[in-house]
Nanobody
Framework: QVQLVESGGGLVQPGGSLRLSCAAS????????ADWYRQAPGKERELVAT???????NYADSAKGRFTISRDNAKNTVYLQMNSLKPEDTAVYYC?????????????????WGQGTQVTVSS
């Protein structure tokens, strides 16, 4: 069973930095596209950053210049480095990935979500 587990969230002052990690576990063959989403209270979940299997990245306008998404294929881990954090970045951050893995019925490619990690930016 594939699981995505996020870590690295917490409380940080405005202007500070955090690095989120998303570790995939299970009988994984490969991680294709991986994304970070976030959801603030009372708002819809929004896409923050995407990285393809070949390392091509894309960012929401709110993240450009401040956030960097990266991946370590050997560790099946995706990262989100967040700098110059603002109070409006406060949200639960979720990892999402398309994963090819060995399942009970054979090798399958499916999408998975992590459980989320809270990021709070406040003085």
């Amino acid at each position: 069973q594939v699981q995505l587990v996020e870590s690295g969230g917490g409380l940080v002052q405005p202007g500070g930095s955090l690095r989120l990690s998303c570790a995939a576990s299970g009988n994984i063959f490969s991680i294709n596209v991986a994304d970070w989403y976030r959801q603030a209270p009372g708002k819809e979940r929004e896409l923050v950053a995407t990285i393809t299997s070949s390392g091509i990245t894309n960012y929401a306008d709110s993240a450009k210049g401040r956030f960097t998404i990266s991946r370590d294929n050997a560790k099946n881990t995706v990262y989100l480095q967040m700098n110059s954090l603002k109070p409006e970045d406060t949200a639960v951050y979720y990892c999402h990935a398309v994963v090819k893995a060995a399942q009970t019925l054979g090798v399958m490619t499916r999408t998975y979500w992590g459980q989320g990690t809270q990021v709070t930016v406040s003085s």
